[in-house]
């Protein structure tokens, strides 16, 4: 799952690869590959939806909230 449409397309398509210099040669090829042999697929998710965000983001209390629902955890209330 990925929120990059723009990163989704160049996987899909090294077309424009030459343009993008953010994105190392060697995770692109890497992604290419397991994209043609079909053992990964790239499929879009809102950022919204991202429910890992809540892994490596700081977030507002409601949202960590509603993200641990997500993952089936229990919440803790601190206070």
């Given at each position: ?9 160049l996987a ?5 690869h030459?343009?993008?210099k ?17 053992e ?23 949202r ?16």
């Amino acid at each position: 799952m990925c929120d990059n449409q723009g990163y989704i397309a160049l996987a899909k398509n090294l077309k424009y690869h030459s343009h993008t210099k953010y994105i190392d040669v060697q995770h692109d090829h890497f992604i290419r590959g397991k994209l043609e042999n079909q053992e990964i697929c790239l499929k879009y998710c809102p950022t919204k939806d991202m429910t890992a965000d809540m892994l490596i983001k700081s977030l507002a209390n409601d949202r960590h909230q509603a993200l641990t629902k997500t993952m089936g955890l229990e919440a803790f209330d601190y206070s």
